[in-house]
């Protein structure tokens, strides 16, 4: 059969089939190929009259076997009744689809049973004959319809469900991509909206905006981001509390969900505003059995609380345990640890370390067993740092309290209407000396009666009195100071204050309670007061110094005793309310003055000027201090007559003054050290003469020692100086005029005068002089002394003091020693002749002459007219005479000029030498003058030798 297929318009195709067994070939291999095709070709008798290979596979019917069947055979009977009432028939529908073009999805019932979908389109075909037929294309869309269905029911779900899904643009966390349609639902958009450009952004609430900049595109693959919540803005004006859930999907992009997050929120909000209203902060603390712990919740003021960052704690919560006081957190983790062991509440007290400072917490907690082996606690934490500080406080005043009542011995006491009984605590139990205890009776006592019967009969009336009074409303404390009778004998005395402090309806006292406290020492202080002011009365009356009480407003005296009476000269009656003005001599104003000071105690010591009633003025010397007299203050002035020991002082002063003028103008250097070294006088002369260029005051208080160092260097010996300061100072002997040399050809002159008052050492006075004029004129007097005038040998007394020198060594150590007398032959004759000058000027020449014949150690003296003796140490007797000659040749063979005369004269010499077994010197001058009266009896003009007895005295004669 031949088919024929002309593409018709309006949906019609048209099969022709000009010969019914065969067909073009490219039809066959289009219909036996195309195996997803299933072609089924129905004749006008609405038989199968083709089946293609297609559809025998889709139907797992044969063609053969379907060929001349009904096609309903292949259809559910459903399958077009649901869709068209009155489609009868299968033909029926056919029709109708092909009149329409439409396609229809239908079930298709299989050889095997089997159901598939199958997606039918129907044409008119018309045959060679012109017969009418139908051809059918099947499509298996089992797949798809299954698809479809699944995709349906999803979209069903998403539909009825709350979540809105959505996927983001590849690497554009900010745009929506897809969503799914049930978005109108939740924001009233349509999906193609919200997946609009930028449509995301400019729809999260501002304020929200900022917090949701996470790095979404980042986050890898199949991990999911933080649930953010945020506002949305809802297509009908409002903004929607979402909650959004994001995850990295396979393909690329984020895939999430918005569901709506207003219930949580207001839910939330609710909570934390009851939060907000508990005192504390709310938490579920969950610990984990491998010992992890992490807050599941906690409240907004937590942050606040523990100054931590609640993202860290709700990671790690035991980093609270950081701030944790050190002392207490082991008491906190045994406590927390054995909670969750015993599932057992938790209660603890701890301190957290807070802005610096410490703060107390109070934590109360449910632990609730979760099924993987945690715990969570469902606790609640406060600031109980004011609760602490104020028990504290409490703890503090009670203990302060206690104390106060315990170092005051102030016992309680509390009476009670009902039963008239007296109790009474420890302390006023050990007061007392009763059997103590806070409910302890009086012994063998009991109610206020036998309370009232250990008073002292004095005090008696007076208390009960009190009593009364107070119980009847009279007073507002009962008070009363009695004595009470002591259990071992004697008298005990309180001070008792006490208040009711319950009334019945009628006004009857049924409680009172009040303090009792020995006052023992007070009143036996109040006794020795009451002593002591009668004793200080008399000692005021009878004490021998002038005592005044003197009113500093009015400035009046109030009392006086009688040594005031005695020294003012004022009858007692006159003086007691004068007023201190007509005494004292300064000027009202002044006077007032040195009354308000003393009253105020900023002086209490004066001296004033009074004047007598007999006119007398004296000087007293006044102590004034306040004191209470009679509840009020007054000045207790006691007043020394000081007038001569004022005029001995002044006298002293002016003696000051006139030590002071003598240091500064006497010719010394005068220096006066204390006990300890210091300068205590020193006068300008002082540093004058040691080189200080400094004002003399500016010494004083200075160490002598600092003085002493650089004045030694002034010395020769500067040593020598230091160390006899010392040996002096230390010997505190007196030493005058020590003479010291200084390096400038000065010399001093020192005194140490050691200063003793009363036995007792109190320095060294040191005075120096500059004694250089006087040495040298000492000096020029002694040379003077010594020297003769007029030849300048030594006279007679210094040539004598040299012989006995030398005769004292002879003695001594035997060294031979001789001496010469020498005269002058006939010289009355020149003196005659020429003159008396002309003969002083032989006489010096003839000095001159031997001086220069004699040796540096011998001595020529001129012993008087023109008499000379020459000593020569270590010449024995044969030197001598030899030396003799010598001097006697020299002066025969000069000539002494005058004028243009050559005067010549001779000398005669007498030559002696020391002896052994001279006594004294004068032996050998004896002897000399001897050999020289020789020497002039054997004509003059030669030497003689004399000898002494033991020696055959004899005399030689020479020249
Ligand atoms: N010019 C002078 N004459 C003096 C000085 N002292 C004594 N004469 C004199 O010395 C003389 C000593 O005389 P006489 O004692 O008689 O001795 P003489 O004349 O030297 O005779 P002979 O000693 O016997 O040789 C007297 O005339 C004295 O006046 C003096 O200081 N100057």
């Known amino acids: ?131 009418t037929g139908y051809l059918i294309v099947l499509s298996d869309v089992t797949a798809a319809t299954e698809a479809c269905r699944t995709l349906a029911r999803h979209y069903a779900l998403f539909e009825d469900g709350p979540a809105v899904a959505f996927a983001c643009a590849s690497g554009e966390p900010d745009r929506i991509e897809e969503v799914s349609p049930n978005v109108w639902r939740l924001l009233g958009y349509a999906p193609e909206t919200v997946c609009s450009p930028g449509w995301w952004p400019a729809h999260v609430h501002p304020v929200d905006r900022p917090l949701l900049a996470a790095p979404a595109a980042e986050v890898p693959p199949g991990s999911a981001l933080p649930v953010r919540r945020y506002r949305m803005l809802h297509a009908d004006g409002r903004w929607l509390w979402v909650a959004e859930m994001r995850q990295q999907g396979g393909d690329g992009r984020l895939h999430g969900y918005w569901r709506d997050a207003s219930v949580q929120v207001d839910e939330q909000a609710r909570l934390s505003k009851i939060a907000s209203q508990i005192s504390g902060v709310l938490y579920q603390l969950r610990l984990y059995p491998d010992n992890r712990a992490r807050f599941v919740y906690a409240s907004d003021g937590f942050e606040r609380l523990y100054g931590m960052d609640s993202r860290r704690l709700a990671e790690d919560a035991w980093v609270l345990f950081e701030v944790i006081v050190p002392e207490d957190l082991p008491r906190v ?73 315990e170092s005051a011995e ?66 507002p404390l009962y008070e009363a100071e009695y004595r009470l009778r002591h259990p071992r004998g004697g008298w005990k005395w309180l001070a008792v204050r006490g208040r009711v402090v319950e009334r019945d309806g009628a006004g009857q006292p049924l409680r009172l309670i009040g303090v009792a406290q020995d006052i023992g020492v007070r009143k036996r202080a109040d006794l020795a007061l009451k002593d002591s002011e009668a004793h200080f009365r008399a000692l005021f009356q009878s004490h021998h110094a002038v005592m005044v009480l003197v009113d500093p407003q009015t400035g009046c005296i109030v009392d006086a005793n009688e040594a005031a009476v005695a020294f003012y000269g004022y009858p007692r009656a006159r003086l007691v309310g004068m007023s201190m003005s007509q005494i004292n001599a300064l000027p009202q104003e002044e006077l007032a003055r040195r009354l308000r000071d003393a009253t105020a105690q900023k002086h209490n010591h004066f001296v004033f000027g009074h004047r ?37 002082e002044e006298a002293l002063h002016t003696l000051q003054r006139l030590l002071q003028a003598v240091i500064d103008n006497i010719q010394a250097g005068v220096l006066m050290e204390n006990d300890l070294g210091e300068v205590v006088i020193v006068n300008q002369l002082f540093c004058r003469l040691f080189g200080l260029d400094v004002a003399a005051e500016s010494l004083l208080g200075s160490t002598c020692a600092d003085i002493l160092d650089p004045a030694s260097r002034l010395f020769d010996q500067p040593e ?54 006087r040495k040298a004129q000492e000096m020029e007097l002694r040379r003077l002394a010594t020297t003769d005038a007029l030849t300048g040998l030594p006279n007679r007394r210094s040539f004598m003091e040299r012989l006995a020198q030398e005769f004292a060594r002879f003695q001594r150590f035997g060294q031979p020693c001789s001496v010469l007398m020498l005269d002058i032959d006939h010289f009355k004759h020149i003196n005659d002749t020429y003159g008396h000058a002309v003969g002083d000027l032989v006489l010096q020449g003839l000095s001159t002459l031997c001086l220069r014949n004699l040796r540096l150690t011998d001595t020529m003296g001129r012993l008087g007219g023109e008499e000379f003796a020459v000593l020569l140490p270590g010449c024995d007797e044969l030197d001598a005479v030899e030396m003799a000659e010598r001097l006697r040749t020299s002066v025969m063979e000069a000539g002494f000029p ?16 020391f002896e052994a077994g001279q006594d004294d010197m004068d032996a050998v001058l004896v002897l000399a003058d001897k050999a020289l009266y020789a020497a002039k009896r054997a004509g003059r003009n030669c030497s003689r030798v004399s000898r002494g007895d033991r020696n055959r005295e004899r005399e030689d004669s020479h020249a």
């Open 720 to 773: 020598r100086f230091v160390q006899r300061v010392k040996e002096v100072l230390a010997a505190r002997a007196l030493c005058a005029q020590e003479e010291w040399a200084l390096r400038d050809g000065r010399t001093f002159e020192r005194d140490h005068i050691p200063v003793e008052i009363n036995g007792h050492y109190r320095g060294a006075l040191w005075v120096y002089r500059d004694i250089t004029q």
């Open 1 to 131: 059969m031949a088919w024929e297929y002309r593409a018709c318009t309006k949906g019609r195709h048209q099969l022709n089939q000009p010969d019914a067994t065969s067909s073009p070939p490219w039809l066959d291999a289009i219909l036996h190929h195309a195996s997803s095709l299933a072609v089924i070709a129905i004749g006008a008798d609405a038989h199968i009259e083709f089946f293609s290979p297609g559809a025998q596979r889709l139907t797992g019917y044969d063609a053969t076997e379907m060929r001349g069947c009904s096609p309903e055979r292949l259809f559910a009977p459903e399958a077009f009744s649901t869709w068209q009432e009155e489609a009868a028939s299968a033909v029926v529908v056919f029709r109708t689809l092909a009149e329409t073009a439409a396609t229809k999805c239908v079930p298709l019932m299989c050889k095997d049973g089997s159901r598939r979908s199958v997606q039918l389109s129907v044409s008119v075909w018309r045959s060679a004959d012109s017969s």
């Open 898 to 913: 005058y004028q243009d005369l050559q005067l010549r004269i001779t000398v005669s010499v007498g030559v002696a030498s």
């Open 612 to 648: 007598l009633a007999s006119g007398e003025h004296r000087i007293v010397e006044v102590h004034s201090s306040p004191v209470e007299s009679g509840g009020r203050t007054v000045l207790f002035s006691i007043a020394h007559d000081i007038t001569a020991r004022h005029r001995a």
């Open 333 to 405: 983790q045994a406590s927390l640890r054995r909670a969750a062991d015993t599932l057992t509440p938790w209660r603890c007290e701890y301190r957290i370390h807070w802005a610096g400072g410490v703060r107390w917490f109070e934590g109360f907690s449910m632990p609730e067993p979760m099924g993987d082996g945690s715990v969570v606690f469902h606790g609640h934490n406060l600031d109980i740092t004011d609760r602490k500080l104020t028990e504290e406080a409490l703890e503090q005043s009670r203990q302060r309290l206690e104390l106060a009542l």
């Open 410 to 475: 102030i016992g309680l006491w509390d009476w009670a209407a009902a039963n008239d009984r007296l109790s009474y605590d420890n302390r006023l139990a050990r007061i007392l000396e009763m059997p103590g205890g806070s409910d302890a009776q009086g012994p063998g006592e009991a109610g206020i009666d036998a309370w009232k019967r250990l008073l002292h009969p004095d005090d008696a009336p007076a208390v009960e009195q009190a009593w009364r009074n107070h119980l009847a409303g009279r007073t």
